[in-house]
């Protein structure tokens, strides 16, 4: 085993979130209700909560010689994240500017630094377990492979990011939303990939799940009142992670991947809803879900 838990690849972001209760139109400027700043970027946020959860963690990303840059680096190494996977480079830190409108958000985002990503694999050796989020065909393609061959765990949240079909079969576990899914493979017929474990979130909270053996069901229960989704999908994934590098079954890791979402919908920000792994074990006890932690 690795000497690192999970390493998360993806982008590291600054978000800028308004809530607001219609969005602008041309030339117009609005009053938001509330806002919101903070560090972001999808792999990132999960790595927040799996280092909460006392795993030992890792990054690899770019980030700005900037103040940004600076406060990803910092607060990694605040939380206990091994942050030698992080090269800094000579252009703006990635950013994203969100507007909410109860469960409706748009979102601009600017790459930045995060283009400037690499594989470093003498790094990504380190990891028992690889975490990406969207990140480029050819670094999907070229870190799954490695990972294949190294008998490294993958898990891919691909977002809005180019799936590369050749690889596909080498995803341990594939992570979508429901909207993603029916935009990439027309339904929801979970045999449409041919990832080994495919996990589909669902727009009221709860996920339907494909495992290796073919054998699908649902996972559901908590459903909140949606302040903010901004990096509940991320919370999933950190919750199913965890599952996973415990040693759970797919059932109780998905279902710890439904109560972190249901956390993090009702806070507005990425990063607001993370507690450690004794509050959450507090948390599933009264809420009722019974889990092996
Ligand atoms: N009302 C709700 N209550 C609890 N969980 C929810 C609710 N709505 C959505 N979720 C969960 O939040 C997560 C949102 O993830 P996703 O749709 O991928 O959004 P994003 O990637 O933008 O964070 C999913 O796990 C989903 O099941
Ligand atoms: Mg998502």
Same mark, same amino acid.
């Given at each position: *085993?690795?000497?690192?838990?999970? &390493?998360?690849?993806?982008?590291?972001?600054?978000?800028?979130? *308004?809530? $607001?209760?219609?969005?602008?139109?041309?030339?117009?400027?609005?009053?938001?209700?509330?806002?919101?700043?903070?560090?972001?970027?999808?792999?990132?946020?999960?790595?927040?909560?799996?280092?909460?959860?006392?795993?030992?963690?890792?990054?690899? +990303?770019? $980030?700005?010689?900037?103040?940004?840059?600076?406060?990803?680096?910092?607060?990694?190494?605040? &939380?206990?994240?091994?942050?030698?996977?992080?090269?800094?480079?000579?252009?703006?830190?990635?950013?994203?500017?969100?507007?909410?409108?109860?469960?409706?958000?748009?979102?601009?985002?600017?790459?930045?630094?995060?283009?400037?990503?690499?594989?470093?694999?003498?790094?990504?050796?380190?990891?028992?377990?690889?975490?990406?989020?969207?990140? %480029?065909?050819?670094?999907?393609?070229?870190? &799954?492979?490695?990972?294949?061959?190294?008998?490294? *765990?993958?898990?891919?949240?691909?977002?809005?990011?180019? !799936?590369?079909? /050749?690889?596909?079969?080498?995803?341990?576990?594939?992570? *979508?939303?429901?909207?993603?899914? /029916?935009?990439?493979?027309?339904? !929801?017929?979970?045999?449409?990939?041919?990832?080994?474990?495919?996990?589909?979130?669902?727009?009221?909270?709860?996920?339907?799940? /494909?495992?290796?053996? +073919?054998?699908?069901?649902?996972? =559901?229960? !908590?459903?909140?009142? $949606?302040?903010?989704?901004? +990096?509940?999908?991320?919370?999933?994934?950190?919750?199913?992670?965890?599952?996973?590098? /415990?040693?759970?079954?797919?059932?109780?890791?998905?279902?710890?991947?439904?109560? !972190?979402?249901?956390?993090?919908?009702?806070?507005?920000?990425?990063?607001?809803?993370?507690? %450690?792994?004794?509050?959450?074990?507090?948390?599933? =006890?009264?809420?009722?879900?019974?889990? %092996?932690?």
């Amino acid at each position: *085993m690795g000497e690192l838990d999970v &390493i998360g690849i993806g982008n590291l972001n600054y978000d800028i979130i *308004m809530l $607001v209760e219609r969005f602008p139109e041309f030339h117009e400027k609005i009053q938001a209700k509330d806002a919101f700043f903070g560090l972001g970027g999808a792999a990132a946020n999960t790595i927040s909560w799996l280092a909460h959860m006392g795993l030992r963690t890792g990054f690899l +990303g770019a $980030v700005g010689e900037d103040e940004i840059g600076e406060a990803h680096i910092a607060y990694f190494k605040k &939380i206990g994240v091994d942050t030698g996977g992080i090269k800094v480079v000579g252009t703006h830190s990635g950013m994203a500017l969100v507007m909410i409108k109860g469960d409706d958000k748009r979102i601009v985002k600017f790459s930045g630094a995060n283009a400037l990503k690499e594989p470093d694999f003498g790094y990504l050796e380190k990891a028992g377990h690889i975490h990406l989020s969207s990140n %480029p065909p050819d670094i999907l393609e070229a870190v &799954i492979n490695f990972a294949h061959k190294k008998g490294i *765990m993958v898990s891919l949240d691909i977002g809005e990011a180019e !799936l590369p079909g /050749r690889i596909e079969d080498k995803i341990d576990y594939l992570l *979508m939303n429901e909207d993603e899914y /029916r935009r990439k493979f027309g339904d !929801l017929d979970l045999n449409a990939t041919a990832a080994r474990n495919l996990i589909v979130t669902l727009n009221g909270g709860g996920a339907l799940v /494909r495992d290796e053996n +073919g054998e699908s069901f649902e996972i =559901r229960g !908590l459903s909140a009142e $949606v302040v903010d989704s901004t +990096g509940a999908g991320d919370a999933f994934d950190a919750g199913l992670i965890y599952g996973i590098i /415990r040693g759970w079954n797919l059932r109780d890791a998905s279902k710890l991947g439904m109560l !972190l979402a249901y956390l993090t919908v009702q806070k507005v920000g990425a990063r607001s809803a993370i507690i %450690p792994l004794e509050e959450i074990k507090r948390k599933a =006890r009264e809420l009722g879900l019974s889990l %092996p932690f």
